[in-house]
């Protein structure tokens, strides 16, 4: 299998036609499903067992669920036309201090999907100005509409995915 890029290396052109938005939300809305598909019938000892000191399945799964908040919290941004968007904790400290393979990969889930449902709420109401508004992305010093940080999320979801699947 090809060796997949780290996340913070990848490199995004943002060129999706507007006609992309809604292709690209069910990619969005289906995380949660597609999670608990790969997760809900694994051993505990299957989902927090660590390698070389990087995050368990578990952990990667709670990743998604952390940057939930940071979602919402840039779709705000969106939504009062600010130039840019809120920078994200690369050191991703909340993953790494919050303790998740200690908790049930129920939890997890369930909170996942209630806060993506949230944003998916959010993106199904966006009209077509809002989906092509812009803003600044932080690290990435490029402007981003709604629907390329909403390509954004579904790929940086699906490299959790893809790594999780590494794992097992």
Not at 127 to 155: C, Q, V, W
Request: hydrophobic residues 40%; neutral net charge.
């Amino acid at each position: 299998m090809a060796e997949r890029l780290i996340w913070i290396e990848r490199k995004f052109s943002f060129d999706l036609p507007m006609w992309m938005f809604p292709n690209v939300l069910e990619r969005i809305r289906g995380t949660p499903a597609r999670l608990e598909d790969r997760l809900r019938n694994l051993s505990p000892d299957i989902l927090t067992r660590k390698s070389n000191d990087q995050w368990s399945v578990q952990e990667q799964a709670a990743h998604l669920l952390d940057l939930e908040s940071l979602n919402l919290q840039r779709m705000n941004e969106y939504e009062k036309g600010l130039e840019a968007l809120t920078a994200a904790d690369v050191s991703n400290r909340q993953t790494h201090e919050a303790g998740y393979n200690q908790q049930s990969i129920d939890s997890i889930l369930s909170a996942f999907r209630k806060q993506r449902r949230l944003f998916v709420q959010r993106l199904e109401a966006a009209n077509e100005s809002l989906i092509g508004r812009s803003a600044l992305h932080p690290r990435l010093k490029t402007p981003m509409r709604l629907i390329d940080y909403a390509y954004f999320i579904a790929e940086h979801d699906d490299h959790h995915l893809a790594r999780i699947s590494e794992l097992l």
